[in-house]
């Protein structure tokens, strides 16, 4: 278990963790020192080729009443324009589910942060020849913004990770007021894409922030008006940065980073015009 959030488990679902991209092409308007301010704030964020290294992971929820899974990470067998997910074999995602106790048919909602290939890729598997829902009873929930976006731009991932979902009845598309009984609730945060939201999770008086896409790395924490390079709408997405930033820093609410480098979570504390992060 990563952590415990007053009643609720938190478990890390890590797909993989390593290289991306070129850190001065994910952040175009940082710089040309982004790499050496990166890694004097996180060593080993950018790695010797000048790539960010960062994580794909899920976090799985048990609240004692359902059974939530935060993001679907890549997937195996999906077709993808980056080569170190495409095609991909591996069976590590579900070792992660399985290490945490939890069966597939044991999920009760699969709650998509946005609807980006990294995010939904176990949302479905390969049978037969045939995509199907990984997980046959849950209802996932994806922002009703990102389906129309990503069925326009990522025609092959909605056609294997979202259509067989929606198809089977599964799909709930859902607003920023959603939430999942007492403990889960959602942040709007678009920007990275139209309907980004970030989850909150609230029990027995603590809480913890799943950031999803709104923060990419902890040095953005300082940093705020660093763009990456796949937000749609890029002064949208700082605003909502900003916002995010300045809602758990105000609440020290407990961050989960989706990407932020292993182990992923700490708190934010405000620091002059911006933020500090501070690692558990």
């Known amino acids: 278990m990563l952590c415990r959030i007053g009643e609720v488990e938190v478990w890390r679902i890590l797909e993989m963790n390593g290289p991306f991209r070129e850190a001065e092409a994910l952040f175009p308007n940082a710089g040309p020192d982004v790499v050496r301010i990166m890694n004097e704030m996180v060593p080993g964020q950018v790695d010797a080729a000048g790539r960010l290294v960062l994580p794909v992971q899920g976090f799985l929820l048990k609240t004692g009443s359902h059974v939530v899974l935060v993001d679907a990470c890549v ?3 999906k077709t993808n324009r980056f080569s170190d997910w495409h095609m ?33 890729g176990w ?14 009873k849950a209802r996932y929930l994806m922002p009703a913004a990102d389906l129309p976006f990503m069925e326009e731009i990522g025609p092959d991932q909605y056609r294997e990770s979202l259509l067989p979902v929606i198809e089977a009845g599964q799909a709930e598309e859902v607003g920023s007021d ?25 029990s027995g008086g ?28 890029k002064e949208a997405a700082v605003r909502a940065r900003r916002f995010l930033l300045e809602t ?3 609440s020290g609410a407990r961050v ?20 500090r992060w501070e690692a558990d």
């Open 248 to 250: 758990v820093s105000e």
């Open 88 to 120: 991909r074999d591996s069976g590590r995602f579900m070792a992660a589910l399985a290490a945490s106790g939890t069966a597939p048919e044991e999920v009760d909602y699969v709650m998509c942060t946005h609807l980006h290939t990294d995010h939904v």
């Open 123 to 136: 949302n479905t598997r390969l049978v037969d020849g045939r995509w199907v829902p990984t997980f046959p």
């Open 178 to 202: 959603f939430t999942i009984g007492d403990a889960i609730s959602l942040i709007p945060t678009p920007g990275h894409t139209p309907g980004h939201v970030s989850v909150r999770i609230r």
């Open 206 to 233: 603590a809480e913890a922030v799943i950031t999803g896409d709104a923060i990419h790395c902890t040095p953005q924490c300082a940093y705020p008006e660093w763009q990456f390079v796949y937000d749609a709408d």
């Open 75 to 77: 997937g195996n067998d």
């Open 256 to 275: 989960l980073g989706t990407h932020f480098q292993l182990p992923s979570t700490g708190r934010v504390r405000a620091d002059g015009d911006a933020f």
